[in-house]
Nanobody
Framework: VQLQASGGGLVQTGDSLRLSCAAS????????LGWFRRAPGKEREFVAA?????YYADSVKGRFTISTDTAQNTAYLQMNSLKPEDTAVYYC?????????????????????WGQGTQVTVSS
């Protein structure tokens, strides 16, 4: 299973961007799919995840939306009202399991499959 993230780029503050993640239908329909990011000089952090439930980091709640399209074998991260602090490399991560414990969604180590990352840069 491979995950392929795409859609990053250079945008201005307040702009929108949609990231895509090509994933297996099994992960999208029966497993768990998450987005994480790593900003320069910072640790990787949770952004959003979906599966048995849908969760967002407080920093993106109300601005980002995670969704999946099993017909296209693709997950999306719609990012609106982007801020400079959203600048990071964004990774999609997946697991064949449908997480039933809430904390698992937020823990990068719970996800078995990872994509290569896509750079998002938000200029002020």
């Amino acid at each position: 299973v491979q995950l392929q993230a795409s859609g990053g780029g250079l945008v201005q503050t307040g702009d929108s961007l949609r990231l895509s993640c090509a994933a297996s239908r099994h992960i999208l329909s029966r497993g768990t799919l998450g987005w994480f990011r790593r900003a320069p000089g910072k640790e990787r952090e949770f952004v959003a995840a979906t599966g048995r439930g849908t969760y967002y980091a407080d920093s993106v709640k109300g601005r980002f939306t995670i969704s999946t399209d099993t017909a296209q074998n693709t997950a999306y991260l719609q990012m609106n009202s982007l801020k400079p602090e959203d600048t990071a490399v964004y990774y999609c991560a997946g697991d064949d399991r449908s997480f039933s414990i809430r904390s698992y969604f937020f823990e990068a180590t719970r996800y078995y499959y990872w994509g290569q990352g896509t750079q998002v840069t938000v200029s002020s």
